[in-house]
């Protein structure tokens, strides 16, 4: 089930008591690349650099306020995730590597959890949802009139979230998702109308790289998603490129997957309100350092 409007601001009044709303802002130059108006909501400028701490706040408080007392908790995480839930091993978290993809990791999360009678955070849950949620009331009430917004799609809160708060406003704004090519099985089971299992091969892309679409994340997007743009990466490394060129904003892979999904839509959203949600920053030194290098090797 969405959250409701009441929901969604019940939950907002928890993040607000650990972190401030975040920015959006209508970057010039990006206007010029897409041809429209464009404006990005800047998660990456949470304290953990990611949209998913609104959900981890707002889901923690419901486990504590239910009065479940668990020996411990436990969840799977590509990186954003694990850090909602604590802050990996820079506060004392046992961190496992597992798998070769989030599939293979969170199967391994369900089984440790049995073992040590662990509570299973989830990555798709409604409380997540409606925390998550708060980032797209800030979004579509502080910029009106937006004719669309694309939204990356990991495990699927953020887009579900965005959802909720465009029917909760009675707003007309489509919503867009963007998967990676190489992880593509939201597309493919959106096309579907199914959960349809697709292998993982982005190297870029991690905050989207799911094999396993969530059933009841799918059903609201096939209820409220207009349509999936598929980016590349190549496609997401140039807009890492562009965001940091045009804005200095660093984005991962998953957070410029709005602006590339955009940029290959750009002949279709000209003269339109466009917005684009920067999901996170969160970017190994080395890995960035090579992307925005790439630019440097094409323009010699």
Same mark, same amino acid.
């Given at each position: 089930?969405?959250?409701?409007?009441?929901?969604?601001?019940?939950?907002?009044?928890?993040?607000?008591? &650990?972190?401030?709303?975040?920015?959006?802002?209508?970057?010039?130059?990006?206007?010029?690349?897409?041809?429209?108006?464009?404006?990005?909501?800047?998660?990456?400028?949470?304290?953990?650099?990611?949209?998913?701490?609104?959900?981890?706040?707002?889901?923690?408080?419901? %486990?504590?306020?239910?009065?479940?007392?668990?020996?411990?908790?436990?969840?799977?995480?590509?990186?954003?995730?694990?850090?909602?839930?604590?802050?990996?091993?820079?506060?004392?978290?046992?961190?496992?590597?597992?798998?070769?993809?989030?599939?293979?990791?969170?199967?391994?999360?369900?089984?440790?959890?049995?073992?040590?009678?662990?509570?299973?955070?989830?990555?798709?849950?409604?409380?997540?949802?409606?925390?998550?949620?708060?980032?797209?009331?800030?979004?579509?009430?502080? #910029?009106?009139?937006?004719?669309?917004?694309?939204?990356?799609?990991?495990?699927?809160?953020?887009?579900?979230?965005?959802? &909720?708060?465009?029917?909760?406003?009675?707003?007309?704004?489509?919503?867009?998702?963007?998967?990676?090519?190489?992880?593509?099985?939201?597309?493919?089971?959106?096309?579907?109308?199914?959960?349809?299992?697709?292998?993982?091969?982005?190297?870029?892309?991690?905050?989207?790289?799911?094999?396993?679409?969530?059933?009841?994340? %799918?059903?609201?997007?096939?209820?409220?998603?207009?349509?999936?743009?598929?980016?590349?990466?190549?496609? #997401?490394?140039?807009?890492?490129?562009? %965001?940091?060129?045009?804005?200095?904003?660093?984005?991962?892979?998953?957070?410029?997957?709005?602006?590339?999904?955009?940029?290959?839509?750009?002949?279709?959203?000209?003269?339109?309100?466009?917005?684009?949600?920067?999901?996170?920053?969160?970017?190994?030194?080395?890995?960035?350092?090579?992307?925005?290098?790439?630019?440097?090797?094409?323009? &010699?």
């Amino acid at each position: 089930m969405q959250p409701t409007l009441a929901g969604i601001e019940a939950a907002a009044a928890i993040v607000y008591a &650990a972190q401030p709303p975040t920015p959006q802002i209508c970057w010039p130059l990006l206007c010029t690349h897409v041809g429209a108006e464009v404006w990005v909501k800047h998660e990456n400028h949470t304290a953990i650099g990611a949209f998913k701490l609104r959900g981890g706040l707002v889901y923690f408080h419901h %486990l504590l306020n239910s009065g479940a007392r668990p020996a411990g908790v436990i969840s799977a995480t590509r990186g954003n995730h694990g850090q909602s839930v604590a802050a990996m091993r820079a506060l004392g978290v046992e961190l496992i590597e597992h798998g070769g993809d989030f599939q293979a990791a969170r199967e391994h999360a369900a089984a440790l959890a049995a073992q040590r009678g662990l509570h299973m955070v989830p990555s798709f849950h409604a409380h997540l949802v409606a925390g998550v949620a708060t980032s797209s009331l800030e979004f579509l009430r502080a #910029v009106p009139g937006l004719d669309v917004v694309y939204v990356p799609i990991g495990m699927g809160s953020g887009i579900c979230g965005m959802v &909720a708060v465009r029917d909760a406003l009675g707003l007309a704004t489509r919503v867009v998702g963007v998967v990676s090519s190489g992880a593509p099985a939201y597309a493919l089971s959106f096309a579907a109308s199914r959960p349809v299992e697709h292998a993982v091969t982005t190297l870029l892309a991690d905050g989207m790289a799911v094999r396993m679409p969530d059933p009841a994340a %799918l059903d609201i997007m096939l209820n409220g998603v207009e349509r999936m743009v598929e980016v590349t990466d190549e496609e #997401v490394a140039a807009a890492m490129r562009m %965001l940091f060129e045009d804005t200095h904003n660093v984005a991962e892979g998953a957070g410029a997957a709005a602006l590339a999904a955009a940029v290959k839509d750009k002949e279709q959203l000209r003269g339109q309100r466009v917005g684009l949600v920067l999901s996170g920053g969160n970017i190994d030194r080395d890995k960035y350092a090579g992307i925005l290098a790439e630019a440097t090797r094409r323009n &010699a």
